[in-house]
């Protein structure tokens, strides 16, 4: 289990990326500032303890521990 960044979680793309890498048995954290990104998108997700979502804009400095980026 890997512990995966998924910016722009929140958009087509990357709503489908953070399902199929729950699926796989990752923990995925999704970050997006919701400009074009929707909640519904991940509305699904936000129960799931292997899910986390935070409302960030990438060109602002982060600082998260994970293995991959996406």
């Known amino acids: 289990m890997a512990r995966v960044l ?3 979680g929140a958009g ?14 990752d923990e995925v954290v999704c970050v ?7 909640k519904k998108n991940i509305a699904h997700l936000l129960g799931n303890p292997h899910f986390e979502s935070i409302r960030h804009d990438v060109t602002e ?3 998260l521990e ?5």
């Open 12 to 25: 087509f793309i990357g709503s489908h990326l953070c399902e199929r890498l729950i699926e796989r048995g």
């Open 6 to 8: 998924v910016t722009g």
């Open 66 to 70: 994970v293995d991959q980026v996406y």
């Open 61 to 63: 400095p982060i600082l």
């Open 32 to 38: 997006d500032n919701f400009f074009t990104g929707r």
